[in-house]
């Protein structure tokens, strides 16, 4: 069975390659005068991200020709200095480090500036006059989540965000990670928003989402079947999900500090990845029921037992040591980083899915700082003759370099196991995920967004943990070296598989 599938799905993909993806817009939306109001225009999240992201979504005549793009900020800049500030961030963050000066021209006047104080009323007043021509609004919140209340609170009283029930025009928010620290910060959170906006109107980004690997992933799962009939206990073994760094923390000892790993990269673009991979193919690829199909997956994981914890989840810190070939310090060596921390830079954890499709079928997570190499990619092993372990290993590769590769059974051990990919690669330069999420929510498609529960229902999950965590402190701390894959125990836990083009 799993031969014939393999060699059917071969001939299927040489034949047509994997079809570009994805999830569909809910009924698509004629966007005539939209503006788009950044929040935190000043920031380094703009400059980095939205400003390309804008930028090339304009030159690729993807931004309706009457879109006005408004940027805030405390900083008393003119509109002149603002575009200015774009011109040079995109120059060197844009993913074609270049700016084409005439498209230029005609496009900075589409742009301008406002300065605000977010608690303030006088720039909302403004602002409300400001937009007065444009019917649709996208207000991307690009600031620390602790002003997230009172941004939309504000804009609410003054009258800046439409009724969905009542107004034919939209409002979108826009929200950045994270998302809470913690259940109760995440309810609290949700709570505060929903007395002002409708679910329907909040577009919490995980930029994972727009990646060009999940569209393939997604594309492999629900577009091309084949291997549907495998997707289950039946087949495989088990499944696992890296998503490894090769940088320390650089500069942001406070963020990491207060953070840690389960919080950064577990709780919100891990567990999205696990849904997209174990959950039922939504009956549509409409926003309403992948979000359906992805919260019946996250409410079936198994919480953990805490008495077993530590067989079932494993922390990590680095300590100094050789990556690429740098000599790199520890992190309790990184610059404001506490001699003692006992902050995790690395997390792996075994998770149990209880349903029919899943039941038996470990999945494993690790993600950490300071790895060999940069990959987030998910191995997926197949049983093996008689059901045991061992067989063949798809991988699906989300970054870098996306692919669908499949690593073939060897009859002995010592045998080279062949690696066969099986898409085609794209002959394009990926688009970057805000561009692809930035498109999405202006046309309204919220398939790649995270909904409240989904967020919520991670924490639950995570929340339990990372108080056992702190009440229960690692003792070993720092307990792998950088540029290893992360303490011995998470070896123990399973045998991690991984590309070998990721290792170099
Ligand atoms: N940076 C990234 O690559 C990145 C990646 C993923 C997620 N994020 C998330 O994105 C969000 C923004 O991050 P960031 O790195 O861009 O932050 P940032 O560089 O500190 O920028 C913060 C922005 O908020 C503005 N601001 C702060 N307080 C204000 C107030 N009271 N009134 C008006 N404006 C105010 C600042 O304006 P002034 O500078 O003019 O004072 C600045 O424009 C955070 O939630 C972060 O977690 C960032």
């Not at 979504?57 to 940027?71: M, Y």
């Not at 063949?392 to 002995?412: E, M, S, V, Y």
């Not at 919520?456 to 229960?472: C, F, G, M, V």
Request: proline share 5%; with cysteine.
């Amino acid at each position: 069975m799993f031969q014939y599938i393999i060699i059917s799905f071969l001939s299927l993909v040489l034949s047509l390659g994997i079809g570009l993806p994805v999830f569909a817009a809910e009924p698509k939306v004629e966007t005539p005068s939209t503006a788009i109001v950044i929040f935190g225009a000043t920031g380094d999240l703009t400059a980095k991200k939205l400003a390309p992201a804008l930028y090339h979504l304009a030159i690729d005549g993807k931004l309706a020709e009457k879109t006005a793009i408004v940027g805030i900020g405390r900083r008393d800049y003119s509109s002149e200095e603002f575009r200015k500030q774009l011109h040079d961030a995109i120059q060197i963050n844009s993913r074609t480090k270049s700016v084409d000066d005439a498209f230029w021209n005609h496009f900075q006047n589409k742009i301008s500036y406002q300065r605000l104080d977010f608690d303030r009323d006088e720039g909302y007043e403004q602002l409300s006059e400001d937009l007065k021509k444009q019917n649709n609004r996208v207000y991307y919140l690009a600031t620390q989540p602790s002003y997230f209340p009172q941004i939309v609170q504000k804009l609410s009283e003054h009258g800046l965000i439409k009724d969905p029930d009542r107004d034919k025009e939209w409002s979108r928010i826009v929200i950045e990670k994270p998302f809470g620290s913690d259940l109760d910060s995440a309810i609290a959170l949700q709570k505060q928003l929903s007395e002002y906006l409708d679910e329907s109107q909040i577009y919490r980004i995980d930029h994972f989402l727009g990646k060009e690997g999940i569209q393939n992933l997604i594309s492999f799962r629900f577009e091309d079947s084949l291997f549907e009939p495998l997707w289950n206990n039946r087949y495989i073994d088990h499944v696992q999900i890296t998503l490894s760094e090769d940088i320390g923390i650089g500069t942001r000892a406070n963020f990491w500090e207060e953070t840690g790993l389960l919080r950064d990269l577990f709780q919100n673009h891990l567990m999205q990845i696990l849904a997209l991979v174990a959950m039922e193919p939504p009956s549509t690829l409409q926003a309403s029921d992948v979000h359906a199909a992805k919260i019946k997956l996250l409410n079936a994981i198994q919480p953990f037992n805490l008495k077993e914890v530590d067989q079932l989840a494993i922390s990590g810190q680095y300590d100094s040591g050789n990556v690429k070939g740098i000599q790199v310090s520890g992190y309790r060596q990184e610059k404001g980083v506490p001699a003692d921390s006992l902050v995790e830079t690395f997390a792996a954890a075994k998770l149990s899915i209880d349903n029919e499709r899943w039941k038996g079928v470990p999945f494993y997570l690790r993600a950490g700082k300071r790895l060999p190499a940069k990959t987030t990619e998910i191995a997926v092993v197949f049983k093996g003759k008689d059901g045991k372990e061992n067989g063949h290993t798809l991988f699906i590769r989300i970054q870098p370099d996306a692919g669908i590769f499949l690593r073939k059974f060897a009859k002995n051990a010592d045998d080279p196991r062949p690696l066969i990919r099986l898409d085609a690669p794209s002959k394009k330069p990926p688009v970057e995920a805000y561009e692809k999420l930035l498109a999405d929510c202006i046309q309204g498609n919220a398939s790649l967004f995270v909904q409240a529960d989904e967020q919520i229902a991670s924490w639950r999950l995570w929340t339990p943990l990372i108080d056992h965590w702190q009440s229960h402190p690692p003792q070993a701390f720092p307990n792998y070296k950088a540029g290893t894959w992360g303490p011995k125990a998470s070896e123990e836990l399973v045998h991690w598989e991984i590309l070998e083009i990721s290792k170099s």
